[in-house]
T-cell receptor, first 114, second 115 residues
Framework: AQSVSQHNHHVILSEAASLELGCNYS??????LFWYVQYPGQHLQLLLK??????LVKGIKGFEAEFIKSKFSFNLRKPSVQWSDTAEYFC????????????FGSGTRLQVQP | DTAVSQTPKYLVTQMGNDKSIKCEQN?????MYWYKQDSKKFLKIMFS???????INETVPNRFSPKSPDKAHLNLHINSLELGDSAVYFC??????????????FGPGTRLTVL
């Protein structure tokens, strides 16, 4: 069964600091990878996704993620965070095509201090 | 226009009651899901329907019964509510099929509190 690990549970940064959130998955086949963001009291919104092609994907709000197949990783990055990036971030995996739900990581709470 | 909507947004009820949560999507997707987010923010799939057919049924108490009257709606009925059912329930939808990548769109969530 597929699983997703997010090792950073709570990250506190100052504005303008750079961000990298780790995500590792366990599945040997083709995967589709996603990062979702949940702002306080809101629903999940898609930040970015990887299906195939260029392993460096760019998403909304200046976020990007790099798929490294050999490391089973899909880390999320942002060069300079803002206070408005304070939220919960979820990495999710779908094992290729087929009738499968997303498997989510446990989430990383990002707190950006002004 | 809201893509995936849920009602109600908040639900407070007593233990032992029966309640329903409704979900509707106007994206034309063929697959809908229910996820449960617990107090630690962990999200876990409960059910999924594809074209009104149940395709995912995770280890969930049989007090939970999903119903999909058509492709655009997926409701969740919960019998004999327990304290542990308190959580946020998210509905989602996606378009499956040949070559699809299962990008899911989420509703705003229903915060269920069982007293």
């Amino acid at each position: 069964a597929q699983s997703v690990s997010q090792h950073n549970h709570h990250v506190i940064l100052s504005e303008a600091a750079s961000l990298e959130l780790g995500c590792n998955y366990s599945y040997g086949g083709t995967v589709n990878l996603f990062w979702y963001v949940q702002y306080p009291g809101q629903h999940l919104q898609l930040l970015l996704k990887y299906f195939s092609g260029d392993p460096l994907v760019k998403g909304i709000k200046g976020f990007e993620a790099e798929f490294i197949k050999s490391k089973f990783s899909f880390n999320l990055r942002k060069p300079s965070v803002q206070w408005s990036d304070t939220a919960e971030y979820f990495c999710a995996v779908n094992a290729g095509t087929g009738r499968r739900a997303l498997t989510f990581g446990s989430g990383t709470r990002l707190q950006v201090q002004p | 226009d809201t893509a995936v909507s849920q009602t109600p947004k908040y639900l407070v009820t007593q233990m032992g009651n029966d309640k329903s949560i409704k979900c509707e999507q106007n994206l034309g997707h063929d697959t809908m899901y229910w996820y449960k987010q617990d107090s630690k923010k962990f999200l876990k799939i409960m059910f999924s329907y594809n074209n009104k057919e149940l395709i995912i049924n995770e280890t969930v108490p049989n007090r939970f019964s999903p119903k999909s009257p058509d492709k655009a709606h997926l409701n969740l009925h919960i019998n004999s509510l327990e304290l542990g059912d308190s959580a946020v329930y998210f509905c989602a939808s996606s378009q499956l099929g040949t070559g699809s990548y299962n990008e899911q769109f989420f509703g705003p969530g229903t915060r269920l509190t069982v007293l």
